[in-house]
């Protein structure tokens, strides 16, 4: 990475080189250290790479990043205003020029050229805007994607007023009429355990997107547990009733995900494809899983039992 290659000149300046972790969350799929090294890079190619006020600012931008939050650029200029403890002029500069990239509406010369090496994505070729629009549509996964069509556009057609680039109006065509494949991974889930953790990961690289669907079942015990902190990035929903009443309220196509341990499981959820296709005139498709190996023996019915015992804690996220 270019940028880490800096760790020695941030130590210079108080900071350590664990800001980059940050960077590594794994709710990250655009605002990453990739992003900071085209950034940097661009800075490079103005013969500016030594500017500490930029260095800092390409640092610290997007380093509180948490696509479900309205306030990022403040939450991150108050962390740098916490951590570093340098010069109150380069502090008060690296400030303003982080709070500008929400609107990027520079109100300084420096605050222009950080703004310009942040849009670069936006003067690519269309081949790379549709790396970087997949980036964005993973970064957003909690949102329905009806929601986040409509406001992605609306984002993208703010863009375009400051990018000059007709590949964006191609995006902006190409995000309008994209229907991502996506599947509904339904279940009591009391508790979300390891097993399925790694079905929900299998199914994320099939499709596009997965929803997580948690039903009430009145042949099982009243879900009494939280999702896990984990899964707050994927779109979750509830529903009562039946899981063909829950797929009719979606304005778009889904498939099922079944999750299977053996063949016990696999008979069952033979049964249970039957009357998804009698109740849905065989509009519905499935998919059925296999866990991996080491996740065959686990249910949440043995987990509850386990809790009792203080012996659970293992099989959870």
């Not at 900071?36 to 661009?42: A, H, N, R, S, V």
């Not at 109150?88 to 222009?112: C, M």
Request: net charge negative; proline share 3%; aromatic share 12%.
């Amino acid at each position: 990475m270019i940028i880490t290659d800096k760790t020695e000149r941030l130590q210079e300046l108080g900071l350590s080189a664990g800001l980059f972790d940050y960077y590594r969350e794994p709710h990250r799929f655009y605002h990453t250290l990739e992003h900071l090294d085209d950034i940097y890079q661009q800075l490079q190619n103005n013969n500016l790479g030594d500017n500490d006020a930029l260095l800092l600012a390409t640092v610290f931008h997007d380093i509180i990043y948490d696509p479900r939050s309205a306030t990022n650029e403040e939450d991150s200029a108050k962390y740098f205003n916490e951590v570093f403890h340098g010069d109150q002029v380069l502090k008060d500069t690296v400030t303003e020029i982080i709070i500008d990239t929400k609107t990027h509406q520079p109100k300084s010369e420096l605050s222009r050229i950080f703004s310009e090496a942040d849009l670069n994505i936006l003067r690519q070729p269309f081949s790379k805007l549709m790396v970087y629009e997949r980036q964005i549509f993973k970064e957003f996964q909690f949102v329905d994607y009806s929601i986040y069509r409509q406001k992605r556009v609306e984002v993208l057609e703010e863009l375009r007023l400051q990018v000059n680039n007709p590949a964006l109006d191609t995006l902006i065509d190409y995000v309008k009429a994209f229907r991502p494949s996506v599947a509904v991974y339904p279940g009591s889930f009391n508790p979300f355990h390891k097993g399925h953790y790694n079905i929900l990961q299998k199914a994320e690289r099939i499709f596009d997107k997965v929803i997580i669907a948690r039903g009430v079942n009145p042949g099982k015990d009243a879900v009494t547990r939280d999702l896990p902190e984990a899964l707050k990035y994927r779109q979750m929903a509830s529903y009562e009733g039946l899981l063909t009443d829950f797929i009719d309220t979606l304005d778009y196509d889904v498939t099922v995900i079944r999750g299977l341990r053996n063949g016990s499981d696999l008979q069952y959820e033979l049964n249970q494809y039957r009357y998804l296709q009698e109740l849905s005139d065989n509009k519905i498709s499935v998919t059925a899983i296999f866990c991996d190996m080491e996740f065959e023996h686990i249910s949440s019915t043995g987990i509850r039992q386990l809790e009792k015992y203080g012996k659970a804690g293992e099989y959870l996220l």
